[in-house]
């Protein structure tokens, strides 16, 4: 399909990225623990393969970041089959401080037995773009300046919803007596992401740039994704009322931009502004329950996916109230889609799938 092979490989690395490499290989080396973050959606597919060699030599702790957009139901089969791998892994929430307090007692441990020799630690901070990194950095330093002495002004990293926020290593005092540090670093992708599928998840989770992938593109294969999986009839507390499609008069109704779910630093959006929200969901899970339901052909036959998802595209152009005009609409469509998946809005999701017995990185 246009997303899949015909669409092409999907690399995204910038300049800053491999002096980043670099940098982060030889820092590696006086680290005392690494924290690699990854994204709980994409468990494997956010691991950033050429570090792999060099994390197995250190101790590690792998913290599967934004818990609440994964599906909880498949989430600890995930935790399970890391620890079966040996692997110390955690799901944490980077804004939520009790998970990522949970997260600090785990480094705690870790560092016990090097914790009474030596005078200042090192905790490194690694991953791919987007993954939350420097929000748990920031969570971190909130719960540290509580529990230990500052000294100084605390620094906070940079946050940011675009992947490749963060471009420089930096490091932050968290505690004394010891001395630890933690260093937070860019996010990081490898030079040629080989499988296209999994370069396909990393633009779906937002670990590459829209721009790069394209997203009309992304929309497509989340669709498909739906789709295969059946996601859509799925959605069992769609209501009588839901399944035949909300009607209501936008006339007078004030323009809500689906951008206001992405965190900012703004009031937050009233309860209008929710219920209008809701109401889109509603609008576009609506559209996709019908579509899928009437659908007459199998989702496995490419020709067939490929005519559901057109069929798909134009039920989300009136969900959204799109002009049928408009000469940009199947790309408004496909922000406006990808918004509502990011921000959770479509529901809990894990792309990847749990592998069956041999551990990979």
Not at 106 to 124: D, H
Request: aromatic share 6%.
């Amino acid at each position: 399909m246009g997303f899949n092979a015909g669409g092409g490989a999907i690399n995204w690395f910038p300049g800053h990225m491999a002096a980043a490499t670099r940098a982060i290989r030889e820092r590696l080396k006086l680290a005392d623990l690494v924290l690699e973050v990854r994204d709980a959606r994409i468990p494997l597919s956010s691991a950033n393969q050429d570090l792999q060699p060099h994390l197995s030599s250190k101790r590690r702790i792998l913290a599967l970041n934004k818990r609440d957009l994964a599906n909880p139901n498949i989430m600890h089969k995930w935790i399970h089959y890391f620890d079966s791998c040996k692997q110390d892994c955690i799901a944490i929430n980077a804004h939520s401080k009790s998970s990522v307090k949970k997260l600090l007692d785990l480094v705690e441990l870790k560092l016990r037995e090097v914790i009474s020799r030596e005078p200042t630690l090192l905790v490194m901070v690694v991953g791919v773009p987007n993954v939350g990194k420097s929000a748990l950095i920031n969570s971190i330093h909130q719960i540290a300046s509580s529990l230990f002495p500052m000294q100084g002004k605390m620094k906070r990293a940079t946050v940011g919803p675009l992947p490749g926020v963060t471009q420089d290593i930096a490091g932050y005092k968290i505690a004394h007596q010891p001395s630890i540090y933690v260093l937070d670093s860019p996010g990081v992708l490898v030079p040629n992401i080989p499988d296209i599928e999994t370069g396909l998840k990393l633009a779906l989770a937002g670990s590459v740039k829209d721009s790069v992938v394209g997203e009309e593109r992304i929309a497509q294969y989340l669709l498909a994704v739906l789709n295969t999986r059946g996601t859509p009839l799925h959605w069992t507390h769609l209501n009588n009322r839901r399944l035949e499609g909300i009607k209501f008069d936008s006339e007078g109704k004030r323009e809500y931009s689906l951008k206001d779910l992405r965190p900012k630093r703004r009031k937050p959006p009233n309860n209008s502004d929710v219920l209008y929200i809701e109401d889109i969901v509603t609008e576009v899970q609506c559209a996709l329950y019908l579509t899928l339901s009437q659908f007459t052909g199998n989702v496995e036959d490419e020709g067939d996916l490929g005519g559901l998802i057109e069929q798909q595209f134009e039920a989300l152009q009136k969900a959204f109230k799109i002009p049928h005009k408009a000469s940009e609409a199947r790309l408004m469509i496909s922000k406006k889609f990808l918004t509502l998946f990011r921000a959770g809005k479509l529901g809990p999701f894990i792309l990847d799938d749990v592998p069956d017995a041999n551990c990979v990185s």
